[in-house]
């Protein structure tokens, strides 16, 4: 198969590859609505999705919705995520979220991006994830697998995380977007690892700019 020649080439081959090797990739945060999915986004910043995973089943059961959360003691939001990284500060965030959630958007997480990231403790790549994941609605989330990958792969030269959501969006189907994040976290994850990436078994290495110089 011949190599693609531009960045736009190299993205949607990387997208179209990636499908077969990752068909039924899912968001391994989990939830079951999109309140515990922005909620458990917020808790992963600079943590693990298993760290977060093994906390929030509790944190869920005492604060099911935005409205018990809104109320609570902070110190008691902290003692549920205490063993997730800066948990404090996400406690803080969490019961802001829900506060703001109950008395600007009716209890309901709202969907456009202007208003997610008017949340405490949401950027845009939680919003992205949020959006793509739980809401059914065109988002990027760009972490440091996405960032990563697309320089490793010449498709963008950008280390800004928004510039490299903008380079992308354009080169993708919108409701593809967010297909693509995932799939792009789980192969860096499993084969383009940051220090040693596996070039023998990645799927993308004959045509990949940076395979086999690490």
């Not at 906390?55 to 997730?84: C, H, M, Q, W, Y």
């Not at 009716?106 to 949020?130: C, F, H, I, W």
Request: proline share 7%; with cysteine.
């Amino acid at each position: 198969m011949a190599r693609p020649r531009t960045a736009s080439g190299r993205c949607k081959r990387t997208h179209e590859e990636l499908k077969v090797e990752y068909p039924d990739a899912e968001c391994e945060l989990e939830h079951r609505n999109s309140f515990e999915l922005l909620a458990a986004t917020i808790l992963s910043a600079q943590a693990t999705d298993v760290s977060v995973n093994k906390a929030t089943p509790n944190l869920f059961k005492r604060f099911p919705d935005p409205e018990t959360l809104s109320v609570a003691n902070i110190e008691e939001v902290e003692s549920f995520i205490s063993s997730i990284g800066l948990f404090r500060g996400k406690a803080k965030n969490l019961v802001g979220m829900a506060q703001r959630v109950v008395e600007h958007f009716d209890s309901q997480v709202p969907e456009s991006m202007s208003d997610l990231v008017s949340l405490p403790g949401v950027g845009r790549k939680t919003a992205n994830v949020v959006r793509s994941v739980a809401l059914g609605l065109p988002g990027l989330p760009v972490d440091t697998h996405v960032g990563r990958l697309s320089r490793r792969l010449r498709i963008t030269d950008e280390t800004d995380p928004v510039k490299i959501e903008s380079a992308l969006n354009p080169m993708l189907p919108a409701e593809e977007r967010g297909e693509f994040s995932l799939r792009v976290i789980l192969h860096g994850r499993r084969v383009c690892f940051a220090r040693k990436p596996s070039c023998d078994d990645c799927i993308l290495s004959y045509f990949c700019p940076s395979a086999f110089t690490f």
